[in-house]
Nanobody, 116 residues
Framework: QLQASGGGLVQPGGSLGLSCEASGNIFSFNAMGWYRQAPGKQRELVARITGGTSTNYADSVKGRFTISRDNAKNTVYLQMNSLKPEDTAAYYC????????????WGRGTQVTVSS
C-alpha cells in the first residue's frame, strides 16, 4: 500500500529526496512519516506529518530534513539536505491509523548511502 522511492548514493553535504506514494487516500491515515534503520541499530523515527500538516523531526535531522505531503497525489516526501555519513540507513515509509489501537503500515525500505 506504500511505495517508497528515491534512495541512492550521495556525497556528504549532498541532497536526496524520498517519495512515498499510498495506494489509497492519505487522508485515511492519521499520520505518515519516515523511519530509518542502520545496520546493527534499532529503527528510529526520522520525521512525521499528520493530516493537519503538523510535523515533528528527530533532533539529529532538524534543520536539514523536511517532510511534506501532496494530498492530490497521495504522496509524502522527505527532502534531505546537508547529508552526513551517519544518515546512511534503510529508510522506511510509515502510515498510522488510530483506532482502538495504533495500526501501522510499512513500505519497503529504500537505501540511502552517504559516502565520499
Amino acid at each position: 500500500q506504500l511505495q517508497a522511492s528515491g534512495g541512492g548514493l550521495v556525497q556528504p553535504g549532498g541532497s536526496l529526496g524520498l517519495s512515498c506514494e499510498a495506494s489509497g487516500n492519505i487522508f485515511s491515515f492519521n499520520a505518515m512519516g519516515w523511519y530509518r534503520q542502520a545496520p546493527g541499530k534499532q529503527r528510529e523515527l526520522v520525521a512525521r506529518i499528520t493530516g493537519g500538516t503538523s510535523t515533528n523531526y528527530a533532533d539529529s535531522v532538524k534543520g536539514r530534513f523536511t517532510i511534506s505531503r501532496d494530498n492530490a497525489k497521495n504522496t509524502v516526501y522527505l527532502q534531505m539536505n546537508s547529508l552526513k555519513p551517519e544518515d546512511t540507513a534503510a529508510y522506511y515509509c510509515n502510515a498510522k491509523k488510530y483506532t482502538a489501537t495504533i495500526v501501522d503500515y510499512w513500505g519497503r525500505g529504500t537505501q540511502v548511502t552517504v559516502s565520499s
